[in-house]
């Protein structure tokens, strides 16, 4: 019984997490508004300060979660086969809340009324959102969403670890999900004074983010990492 409990735990926060990736990508898209939760909430706070603060309890929660110290900790309170899923389920909740309370801000920071470069635009913030999809396939999306290791647990078998991979885009880029994040957060024919705090948010937590993973990533794998870094780049190709 408790296996099959942490097995729906899990579906049910992979879903969670979906809706919250997909929340972010349909406010970029410009499909669902920005702050639909705070009708009219905090309309004394300045929302550039409003907006930043979120962004930056949402990367907090996000790093700090990730870090193998946390993890440990994390898992002498909850199962270890739901150490994955509770990062994703707080990760959709967290994602949904950050679209659902941020402000709205009026004005533009460039608008592109050319229809040819919209579209070329529109393709390319599409583009980035498949090559974050792809490049969870390339290395484990089941596993990485979490639904691996429930389901291992609930079949009570052990749970291999992962081999080191470099293939598909991971033979050029190190981290391609961060990328196809920085695509999607800049490619747009519309730049809104609303969403550019949460693109220079995501770009800022990406970078810092990446810099505590290439630490756990180095402690982790040692030198065949090192190399690693020598042959690919970090979130877009290297140029030789």
């Not at 550039?48 to 790093?63: D, E, K, M, R, Y």
């Not at 309370?101 to 009324?113: L, M, Y």
């Not at 079949?155 to 293939?167: A, V």
């Not at 999607?184 to 993973?213: C, D, H, N």
Request: net charge positive.
């Amino acid at each position: 019984m408790k296996r099959a409990l942490i097995l729906l735990y899990g579906i049910a926060s992979y879903f969670l997490g979906v809706i919250g990736l997909a929340c972010i990508i349909l406010a970029l898209a410009g499909l669902i508004p920005y702050g639909f939760g705070l009708a009219g909430k905090g309309a004394s706070v300045d929302p550039i300060l409003w907006n930043s603060v979120l962004v930056i309890i949402w990367g907090a929660i996000h790093t700090i979660m990730a870090r193998p110290g946390f993890k440990r900790a994390w898992t002498k309170i909850i199962p270890e086969a739901a150490e994955r899923s509770t990062y994703i389920l707080v990760a959709g909740i967290t994602s949904v809340a950050l679209i659902a309370f941020w402000k709205a801000i009026p004005g533009q920071v460039w608008h592109i009324e050319a229809a040819s470069i919209t579209y070329v635009l529109w393709a390319i913030f599409i583009f980035g959102w498949v090559f974050l999809l792809g490049a969870t396939f390339a290395i484990n999306h089941f596993d990485l969403f979490g639904l691996r290791q429930v389901f291992l647990n609930f079949r009570n078998r052990s749970r291999p670890p992962l081999q080191f991979t470099k293939r598909a885009m991971y033979k050029y880029i190190r981290h391609p999900i961060q990328t196809g994040v920085l695509i999607g957060v800049w490619a747009t024919p519309t730049m809104t004074k609303t969403q550019i705090v949460l693109s220079i948010g995501f770009t800022i937590y990406i970078f810092i983010g990446l810099w505590f993973e290439e630490r756990d990533l180095i402690a982790e794998h040692g030198e065949e990492y090192l190399q690693y870094k020598k042959e690919a780049g970090s979130v877009f190709p290297k140029l030789r």
